[in-house]
T-cell receptor
Framework: KAGVTQTPRYLIKTRGQQVTLSCSPI?????VSWYQQTPGQGLQFLFE???????NKGNFPGRFSGRQFSNSRSEMNVSTLELGDSALYLC????????????FGPGTRLTVL | AQTVTQSQPEMSVQEAETVTLSCTYD???????LFWYKQPPSRQMILVIR??????QNATENRFSVNFQKAAKSFSLKISDSQLGDTAMYFC???????????FGTGTRLTIIP
């Protein structure tokens, strides 16, 4: 089975721009979660989508948004980028059943200049 | 709110030795799950081991085992016969039953010395 894939792997943007990151889950997985990893804040949960609906949300400003498509692929969008948004963005997928194990993708490294 | 604490920012051991990484957590829930994830320099987060809180038996996966002390809210990871490929950041993580959100600790950077 193919693992979780994320595109692009690296991205450089400037302040004020917006960015869209993509995540393709493992085949058969219906839940996709997004995490932000920074040296200062560590790993923080952004949101989770299941069957095209946001099921859980972390404590991030409204500039961070996401969506999920009918094939379970997910995108996250960050608008009006700030320097502090520079991070590794990790996507994880699972079957979406109670406390199912999450499998992570390789991440997208976003640098905001 | 749940919290996960890893008190050892860095550790190093000789190849073939045994090492134990510590993790404590705080929760008022009774039904939850604990995980150890490994993040090597390639940055891909890999599941090492998983423990269900309702199970008294400690989980084991080959050279990796946990010591789960529910009353003490402690969840340590033991790596036996350590190998160079074990060099990585190790994160302890927690999730409630019925919730996909993982709460992570700050990580322990483990270096295996040849």
């Amino acid at each position: 089975k193919a693992g979780v894939t994320q595109t692009p792997r690296y991205l450089i943007k400037t302040r004020g721009q917006q960015v869209t990151l993509s995540c393709s889950p493992i085949s058969g997985h219906r839940s996709v979660s997004w995490y932000q990893q920074t040296p200062g804040q560590g790993l923080q949960f952004l949101f989770e989508y299941f069957s095209e609906t946001q099921r859980n949300k972390g404590n991030f400003p409204g500039r961070f948004s996401g969506r999920q498509f009918s094939n379970s692929r997910s995108e996250m969008n960050v608008s009006t980028l700030e320097l502090g948004d520079s991070a590794l963005y990790l996507c994880a997928s699972s079957r979406g059943q109670a406390a199912d194990t999450q499998y992570f993708g390789p991440g997208t490294r976003l640098t905001v200049l | 709110a749940q919290t996960v604490t890893q008190s050892q920012p860095e550790m190093s051991v000789q190849e073939a030795e045994t090492v134990t990484l510590s993790c404590t957590y705080d929760t008022s829930e009774n039904n939850y799950y604990l995980f150890w994830y490994k993040q090597p320099p390639s940055r891909q987060m890999i599941l090492v081991i998983r423990q269900e809180a309702y199970k008294q038996q400690n989980a084991t996966e080959n050279r990796f085992s946990v010591n789960f002390q529910k009353a003490a809210k402690s969840f340590s990871l033991k790596i036996s016969d350590s190998q160079l490929g074990d060099t990585a950041m190790y994160f302890c993580a927690f999730t409630n039953f019925g919730n996909e959100k993982l709460t992570f600790g700050t990580g322990t950077r483990l270096t295996i010395i040849p």
